[in-house]
């Protein structure tokens, strides 16, 4: 028998009415190396099991009494539809109905029964290697995309802080504060590499503005406002989760709890949580840090400010996040990191 070590940690889920069926797949399966293998007995059960697990391979029994087989099919296409995730029909009909039915609902490949083993398992081992291709494929976009982005916050950053440590900074302690507060991971994910294009739109401030040495006139702090609209036009018009969410936050992230903030004056939960929280992260960091137009205040005055600004300028449960000990730890690991 053909041995799959390769793939021993891929899930495959097989959907068959007849309890003998199930039994011989998966021990076939299990003794061919497959190690992570789930069995559902309807539509129903297999449906809540794509929906609690993603499955990298399904194998489906094309008559399942009276229920629809094809709803499977659909189910997945539609919940994973950024995927591709094949899905090999087991059938002994092979009437040219069946098949059309079959690939119009979504199904990858057929397998007749009674099907021969040693061909039923390399159709596995083939599927599951051009699915692992498309993982790999989707990574490397993915890691392109994102270094692009962080080229594109580092290039705005460059304006005004040549060492491009504060967007790094940004990301990292926004990242801690969403777990705090109990964000999924794929959230944290977005959240650490949206938050560093916070400021992304001060690429259409004038340097004179940017720089300047002294408090703005009232007529340059309007101009200096308007870099959160600009960031929102930059990233706008993309479909990828980060830039939504960086989006979001060029626009909010000054904004305030009061609703005395710009650009659109949001008062509490109308400002996105994304925007609440980088609120916080990019004060706290702008004030402990040089300006051009003043020296760093102390971590200890930093924290005052944020304590005396709670349910003011910011959210209250976001400056309680930051102050979680789990935060400090974040913070001081940011500052050791800055002073190597």
């Known amino acids: 028998m053909l041995k799959s070590q390769r ?25 061919a190396g497959f190690e992570r293998v789930l069995t559902a007995s309807s539509v129903a059960e297999a449906i809540l099991r794509l929906d609690s697990a993603r499955p990298d391979l399904v194998l489906l029994d094309w008559h399942l009494g009276a229920d629809d087989s094809a709803n499977v099919i659909r189910h997945l296409r539609m919940t994973h539809a950024d995927e591709i995730i094949p899905v090999i029909v087991l059938t002994a009909d092979i009437a040219p109905a069946i098949r059309h039915s079959a690939l119009a609902a979504g199904a990858s490949d057929f397998l007749n029964k009674p099907f021969d083993i040693t061909e039923a398992l390399l159709r596995i081992r083939n599927y599951l290697e051009m699915r692992r291709l498309y993982q790999t494929r989707e990574r490397e976009l993915e890691l392109a995309r994102l270094e692009t982005l962080e080229r594109l916050a580092r290039a705005a950053e460059y304006r005004d802080d040549t060492t491009g440590q504060h967007i790094i900074r940004v990301g990292r302690l926004s990242e ?16 650490r590499h949206a938050a560093p294009l916070h400021d992304v739109g001060k690429i259409g401030v004038p340097d004179a503005i940017l720089r300047k040495p002294a408090p703005l006139t009232r007529e340059e702090w309007a101009v200096m406002q308007q870099h959160t609209e600009i960031g929102a036009r930059i990233l706008e018009g993309c479909t990828n989760p980060v830039v939504l969410m960086a989006r979001t936050i060029a626009l909010t992230h000054h904004e305030r709890w009061d609703g005395a903030g710009y650009p659109q004056g949001l008062r509490g939960e109308d400002i996105p949580l994304w925007g609440r929280i ?18 760093a205040l102390s971590h200890e005055q930093a924290i005052e400010t944020l304590r005396a600004e709670r349910e003011k300028q910011f959210d209250p449960q ?20 800055s002073d190597t």
């Open 278 to 295: 980088v609120a916080v992260v990019d004060a706290y960091d702008a004030m402990t840090n040089d300006r051009p137009y003043r020296p």
């Open 318 to 337: 976001v400056v309680d996040a930051f102050l979680d000990p789990a935060t400090f730890c974040t913070l001081r690991g940011e500052t050791t990191e």
């Open 176 to 191: 801690q504060i969403g777990r705090v507060l109990g964000l999924d991971e794929e959230r944290l994910f977005e959240l």
């Open 7 to 31: 793939y021993h940690d891929s899930i495959i889920l097989i959907v068959d009415d007849e309890p003998s069926a199930l039994e011989f797949l998966s021990v076939l399966l299990r003794e």
